[in-house]
Antibody, heavy 121, light 107 residues
Framework: EVQLLESGGDLVQPGGSLRLSCAVSGFTFRNYAMSWVRQAPGKGLEWVSSISASGAGTYYRDSVKGRFTISRDNSKDTLYLQMNSLRPEDTAVYYC??????????????WGQGTLVTVSS | DIQMTQSPSSLSASVGDRVTITCRASQGISNHLAWFQQKPGKAPQPLIYGASSLQSGVPSKFSGSGSGTDFTLTISTLQPGDSATYYCQQYTSYPHTFGQGTKVEIK
């Protein structure tokens, strides 16, 4: 059974840093691209970042470029999101998600339960 | 960036009704579109991928169609458990944008 378990969410002051982790099980982690998606309170879903299976390719939304870093440790079956220079607008539940390949692409086929990040003074 | 526009933003329908939600992309995305269902306090769950392929384990009352810029999600016979917010997402190019969501309520 595929499982994704996020951790690391917390209350942090503006300008602060936080590292989120997503521990996975039930599949061969090193073979799959992964993503982070967030959802601000009462708002819709927002793609944040993705990383290729090897970790060589990383992608970010413009509003987090230069502040957030996605990474993975394939020996530990864990995905990370290092968040620096946090802003109140980064307040959200952060979900990690696994890409599921099919014949002509791949989609977010499995999601964790999310971890809450609150940026406030 | 590709903008995804869903309509309506919300709807109220009766048990047994057929419900259709539309998603329009600001440029062509082939069939690189997924639909998700999200209930309050829960993670999104995939329903449809590749615009029309049903996720394993999802009831066949859910169906998707479309290609290029215009897509639809149809719930053939609405049940109380279908009360949720539904999102489309394009994954043809980064950023992988979501629609704003459609909240489905039961009358």
């Amino acid at each position: 059974e595929v499982q994704l378990l996020e951790s690391g969410g917390d209350l942090v002051q503006p300008g602060g840093s936080l590292r989120l982790s997503c521990a996975v099980s039930g599949f061969t982690f090193r073979n799959y691209a992964m993503s982070w998606v967030r959802q601000a309170p009462g708002k819709g879903l927002e793609w944040v970042s993705s990383i290729s299976a090897s970790g060589a390719g990383t992608y970010y939304r413009d509003s987090v470029k230069g502040r957030f870093t996605i990474s993975r440790d394939n020996s530990k079956d864990t995905l990370y999101l290092q968040m620096n220079s946090l802003r109140p607008e980064d307040t959200a539940v952060y979900y990690c998600a696994k890409w599921t390949p099919y014949s002509s692409g791949h989609y977010l086929g499995y999601w964790g339960q999310g971890t809450l990040v609150t940026v406030s003074s | 960036d590709i903008q995804m526009t869903q309509s309506p933003s919300s709807l109220s329908a009766s048990v047994g009704d057929r419900v259709t939600i539309t998603c329009r992309a600001s440029q062509g995305i082939s069939n690189h579109l997924a639909w998700f269902q999200q209930k309050p306090g829960k993670a999104p769950q995939p329903l449809i991928y590749g615009a029309s392929s049903l996720q394993s384990g999802v009831p066949s009352k859910f169906s998707g169609s479309g290609s290029g810029t215009d897509f639809t999600l149809t719930i053939s016979t609405l049940q109380p458990g279908d009360s949720a917010t539904y999102y489309c997402q394009q994954y043809t190019s980064y950023p992988h944008t979501f629609g704003q969501g459609t909240k489905v309520e039961i009358k």
